[in-house]
């Protein structure tokens, strides 16, 4: 389960789970390069393969639906290729003679879904998807492949694709509410293009969404790398009004018809917000150009979600909302694991690791180096040492009343209050490590207390209240954003 994740210290056992997937994968694989310009392979439009994963814990089926045109392409033109697919899935355009012609990669629904309770229990569900590829001027052929538990790929299906071909959806892509440039200084072909989709704004909100999404994206903005980098980002904001406000939260029995379909207490996790319905999400999504796309929640909950390579939830009215965007989109973008590691379930009993996670900011030491060895200093131990029992005793206490707020009911204000004084007190205890300004390799990450280790003692994708990311987790998403200018 690489490269997921739900948020949020600790909301279910799905946690527990992806943890296990956390452990696996690993090996690396090289993609090869792509051949000639961009414009002598490809159209410059989006192409867009809808497909449908079907089975159960163990088992998986990809189901094609349709070739779909979308807009202008706005992504990579250069960096065609991922040598390092850091996600579950990876799709590959080949040309007849076995040139690759692009590849990328990602995670989704269906893979997370398949370590949960449900899916242990037997059922078999289907899930929509959706890969977008630049449109190949030639005949090509999709190659979509799954990461298997020893780290290599194996193809799933292959969708061939015929410039031609009568069956291809070239309806033009239906104008529904308004997009709005938020920042914009280029064109998208040399630009990372972030679209923010506002989810269950009222017509009456459209002057909220876009103070919220200036507000998030400023603080998203004034994090490295992307604060380096800011000069290459633009933003757009995509508002479709919602007929009421906020999303369906199945748990407090109140449900909404909101233009993308997102719910609270996805995959069993309360606090877990996704939509299922990718086709009505990608073709309003489509009215824009995007590299990365947020859908921001016009709730008062605190809750979200990212999945590496599709894209991340945000509720926007929490005092934490920008450190969850900026931390969900870490996932997102990035692919980086959670660097946390306790919360509402005790995870001591998981079966030892004994592969390199895939996500660049998690290792299991295999061969006693972390992955991230070049950021080490010579005088740096390996293992780091931390005092990680009283970080621990003090987290759990923590839980404990986190338990108690969400048993009473979940009042949001009384989560938030007890989150802003774990921030705090967890700041003043790693405040007093000695090693707090190193990159090492520190025990206790993506829900294993053990076996796993962080590169840094803070980061944003280990604790709230953390000021930035650690160098491995701002190395990590740096790559993936230059890829796009
Ligand atoms: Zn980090």
Not at 207 to 226: F, G, Q, T
Not at 422 to 443: H, I, N, W, Y
Request: glycine share 10%.
């Amino acid at each position: 389960m690489p490269g997921v994740r739900a948020l949020l210290a600790g909301t279910s056992t799905l946690c527990a789970l992806l943890a296990l997937g956390a452990a696996t994968g690993g090996t690396e694989r090289s993609a090869g390069a792509a051949h000639g310009p961009f414009d002598a392979q490809f159209t410059g439009r989006t192409l867009r393969a809808d497909i449908v994963h079907v089975g159960d814990a163990g088992r998986e089926t990809v189901g094609f639906e349709r070739w779909r045109l979308e807009g202008p392409w706005p992504g990579p033109r250069r960096a065609l290729t991922v040598a390092s697919p850091r996600g579950e899935y990876l799709a590959e355009l080949v040309a007849p003679s076995g040139t690759l012609l692009y590849s990328t990669s990602f995670s989704g629904i269906f893979a997370e879904w398949q370590t949960t309770a449900e899916a242990a229990a037997g059922r078999v569900r289907a899930f929509p998807a959706s890969v977008r590829v630049p449109e190949p001027r030639r005949p090509a052929r999709l190659r979509l492949s799954r990461r298997g538990e020893d780290g290599r790929f194996s193809v799933l299906l292959e969708i061939p694709w015929a410039p031609d071909d009568p069956a291809v959806d070239r309806r033009p892509v239906a104008t529904v509410g308004e997009v709005v440039p938020l920042r914009v200084t280029g064109t998208p072909s040399e630009r990372f293009d972030l679209l923010i989709a506002g989810e269950g704004y009222t017509a009456a909100g459209r002057d909220k969404l876009l103070a919220d999404a200036r507000r998030l994206v400023d603080a998203w903005l004034s994090v490295e790398p992307m604060a380096g980098l800011a000069d290459r980002i633009d933003v757009r904001v995509l508002f479709v009004p919602a007929g009421r406000r906020g999303v369906t939260d199945p748990r407090r029995d109140r449900w909404r018809a909101s233009p993308f379909g997102c719910a609270y207490g996805s995959l069993g996790s309360d606090r877990y917000v996704l939509t299922l319905d990718d086709r009505r999400l990608r073709e309003l999504a489509a009215q824009a150009p995007y590299d990365a796309l947020v859908l921001l929640l016009d709730e008062r909950k605190y809750g979200g979600g990212g999945i590496y390579g599709l894209w991340a939830t945000v509720a926007a009215d929490t005092a934490p909302a920008a450190y969850v965007f900026v931390h969900e989109l870490g996932h997102s973008i990035a692919g980086l694991a959670d660097e946390y590691y306790l919360s509402s379930v005790a995870y001591d009993n998981l079966p030892p690791v004994t592969r390199e996670p895939v996500e660049p900011n998690v290792t299991a030491l295999i061969d006693g180096r972390p992955k991230w060895a070049d950021l080490v200093a010579e005088s740096t131990p390996i293992p780091t040492p931390w005092n990680k029992d009283a970080f621990d005793r003090l987290v759990r206490g923590f839980e404990e009343r986190r338990r108690a707020i969400t048993e009473a009911g979940g009042d949001d204000d009384a989560m938030e209050a007890l989150f802003a004084e774990q921030a705090r007190r967890t700041g003043e205890l790693l405040a007093r490590e000695p090693f707090r300004d190193v990159v090492g390799a520190f025990e206790g990450a993506a829900y294993r207390t053990r076996g796993l280790w962080r590169p840094a003692l803070d980061c944003l994708m280990f604790r709230r209240g953390a000021t930035g990311f650690c160098p491995v987790c701002r190395r990590a998403i740096e790559s993936e954003l230059r890829r796009y200018f």
